[in-house]
């Protein structure tokens, strides 16, 4: 929640469409990705790149990627 003066503002997550996540794939090594357990980013089922997701948007970049065996996903 950000605070601007007296006034909070919460800022509502979108969940990634389930039809967009069939179609999406690792620019690393072509594999699923999962929507991660705190749903802020998008994880590779192989490699364990986590893709992070910024206003709504995943974005798929490899420069952007971190690498997380550990970060659980969304089943």
């Known amino acids: 929640m950000k605070?601007?003066?007296?006034i909070a503002l919460?800022?509502?997550?979108m969940a990634i469409d389930a039809q967009?996540?069939?179609?999406?794939a690792?620019?690393?090594?072509k594999t699923d990705i999962k929507l991660t357990a705190d749903e802020?980013?998008?994880?590779?089922v192989q490699c364990?790149?986590?893709y992070p997701i910024k206003d709504d948007i995943p974005v798929m970049l490899l420069d952007e990627a971190t690498i997380e065996p550990e970060r659980q996903t969304k089943d």
């Open 20 to 24: 967009l996540l069939e179609i999406l």
């Open 10 to 13: 919460r800022r509502k997550t």
């Open 3 to 6: 605070k601007y003066g007296n």
């Open 48 to 50: 364990h790149r986590v």
């Open 40 to 44: 802020k980013g998008l994880k590779c």
């Open 26 to 29: 690792c620019p690393k090594c």
